[in-house]
């Protein structure tokens, strides 16, 4: 009988654990989604900066070019 309660101890110990170590690793695994997608966001928020500014800068030194 101490054994048949002592595995099912160990059963519900180790269903806790497996859940609370599979929530972290989903939870790891999100939050490194979430960081992914927040530097995609950065680098399109700084390529479009540069672009713009590519296009300011071409469009000054076209009309430097035309005074000339």
């Given amino acids: ?11 519900i110990f180790s269903s806790i654990i497996y859940d609370v170590v599979g929530k ?9 989604k979430q960081i992914k997608e927040n530097a995609k966001q950065s680098v399109s928020r700084e390529l479009a900066r540069m ?9 000054d030194a076209m009309q430097s070019y035309l005074k000339i």
């Fill in 1 to 11: 009988m101490n054994g048949l309660i002592v595995s099912v101890v160990i059963n």
């Fill in 51 to 59: 672009q713009e500014q590519s296009r300011i800068f071409d469009t």
């Fill in 24 to 32: 972290g690793i989903n939870l790891e695994s999100k939050k490194l």
